[in-house]
């Protein structure tokens, strides 16, 4: 009877493994509660075991990155701390940009305001899930990818990952070098000053977390939240309000504003950064929603008040009027740039990093040496891209977010309705704060698969990238891949537990016939 579990079982159960170490389990142990208990108990207390050593190992080294174990409570910072350091990941000096470019299209004040709350919204829902699960679980972005897409697929993910992260390094270096260069009337090879500055960049995270945590909340975020509400307040001050609320010239659709603040604040791997944080809805939805507020709400309306009050027409003229008018000298301009750009870069090169360990197993300062070069050379090919940001906002948009809707849909939804059924889990509540993962088959990956290339084809076809598709390129274009990637894998699992519980079913009627 044994055989007849495991040949209709077998391909539906995410913690199949856990039957081959248990040989002794049979029909009757299978189909009973106490036994699914007592596998399951002793699945948990094994990848805890594995954990903890892991973590113990990783705390006795000098960084904190617990590649391979989650971040121990005692390790956690306070709820302050991760309000400060993702304020710095949402407010940059492009969303000041941004916000020019909302009145140089011709958008009144009162469409930037409704379509950056819009956007906004979007961004908390979407990033209070992402980082939340990192939260609860304390696992970084990788490893809660693994049970659903095997070590193949996490690799192929993280190239990609690698890639656009390094790609943002690079390009903020070339931003600033640019607002420099702007500043000091300088005509030098931008990758000449840009190469240097990369390199300078990545001084925090030669220390870990700890380096771009403490960065964040004893210098950047002060400053950028002192100098976001003096320009505010100022240029607001210099404002007609009539003027301001006129009616808008753009003929185009206001989506276009959620659109470019969603994909300029859009991180996808929010878990690697809450996993440092409390445990709490409350306390991962506070950070998140003071960070918008500053960073995708004050930061692109002061632009767009800057840009009414310059009356300037290119880009080059208002960044020298914004410096002129908010830091009246230039090294002042200077010191303010030199913060925000490098507190945001510490972001995407931690992102980087945690890809890279997970493609290649090395030392954390030899990644940082290594993406430093590819860094610097990618900044040289950035520099003759006009449309590097658009194209990185695009790709932040859609790339990483459709896989993690993926983990939202497994952590989130079916989780839950597989409480009572915890061998068909990916994520098994062990203890209040601790998760045990089960690994995945075949067909699990190749469904979490398929859901994410057909979400990223969604968002090709919508972009409007694709000449012959720009037909489709209509509202808020970025949620439709992200609909799509937790539609289909939702689907997808949906089939795969009726098809485990079908099986089941025949399994316990054949025993019962057996019986009798």
């Not at 859609?398 to 309705?417: A, Y």
Request: hydrophobic share 55%; with cysteine; aromatic share 12%.
């Amino acid at each position: 009877m044994p055989n007849i579990v495991h040949s209709l079982l077998w391909d539906f159960m995410p913690g199949k493994d856990i039957v081959e170490r248990h040989p002794s389990a049979g029909l009757k142990d299978v189909s009973s509660a106490s036994a699914l208990a007592e596998l399951s108990s002793s699945r948990r207390n094994h990848v805890q075991d594995a954990a903890a050593a892991a973590a113990a190992e990783q705390s006795s080294q000098d960084h904190e990155d617990f590649i391979d174990a989650p971040v121990p409570a005692e390790r956690r910072y306070g709820t302050l701390t991760m309000t400060l350091l993702w304020i710095t990941m949402l407010t940059n000096f492009p969303m000041v940009i941004i916000g020019f470019e909302f009145y140089r299209m011709g958008f009144s004040l009162t469409q930037v305001l409704m379509g950056t709350v819009a956007g906004s919204t979007i961004l908390v829902a979407f990033q209070f899930f992402s980082g939340y699960i990192g939260a609860r679980t304390g696992l970084n972005y990788s490893l809660l990818m693994e049970p659903l897409f095997g070590k193949l697929g996490v690799r192929l993910i993280c190239a990609a990952w690698l890639l656009m992260f390094i790609g943002w390094y690079a390009l903020n270096a070339v931003l600033m070098v640019d607002a420099i260069k702007g500043l000091f009337g300088l005509s030098i090879w931008t990758p000449f000053l840009a190469v240097p500055i990369i390199a300078a960049m990545a001084i925090n995270n030669w220390f870990g977390f700890r380096g771009v945590a403490n960065f964040a909340r004893y210098l950047a975020a002060p400053v950028l939240i002192l100098w976001v509400i003096y320009a505010f307040t100022k240029a607001a001050a210099h404002t007609s309000m009539v003027l301001a609320l006129a009616p808008g010239t753009q003929t185009f659709s206001a989506a276009i504003i959620p659109v470019l603040v969603i994909g300029n604040a859009t991180w996808g791997n929010e878990a690697d950064f809450f996993r440092y944080g409390k445990s709490s809805k409350m306390l991962t939805l506070l950070p998140l929603v003071a960070s918008v507020i500053l960073g995708t709400l004050l930061f692109p309306t002061t632009g767009w008040l800057l840009g009414h009050t310059s009356g300037a027409s290119e880009t080059a003229a208002f960044t020298k009027f914004m410096n002129d008018y908010t830091f009246g000298t230039p090294w002042l301009a200077i010191l303010a740039l030199t913060i925000g750009y490098f507190a945001l870069n510490d972001g995407n090169l931690y992102g980087a990093i945690n890809a890279f360990e997970n493609i290649w197993k090395i030392k954390r300062h030899n990644a940082v040496l290594f993406l430093v070069l590819l860094a610097a050379v990618l900044a040289v090919g950035l520099t003759y891209c006009p449309n590097a940001l658009d194209t990185l906002a695009s790709l932040s948009s859609v790339v990483l977010p459709c896989v993690t809707m993926v983990i939202i849909c497994e952590f989130f939804v079916v989780r839950q309705f597989l409480l009572q059924m915890p061998m068909l889990q990916i994520f098994t509540q062990s203890e209040e704060c601790h998760f045990s993962l089960n690994k995945s088959n075949k067909a699990m990956c190749i469904g979490a698969a398929v859901a994410v290339v057909s979400s990223w084809a969604v968002g090709i076809a919508t972009s409007g990238v694709v000449p012959q598709l720009k037909y489709l390129n209509s509202g808020v274009w970025i949620l439709y891949p992200w609909f799509s990637s937790f539609a289909i894998y939702g689907t997808f699992r949906a089939l795969q537990i009726y098809g485990a519980l079908s099986a089941y079913k025949k399994v316990e009627r054949a025993y019962e016939a057996v019986n009798d």
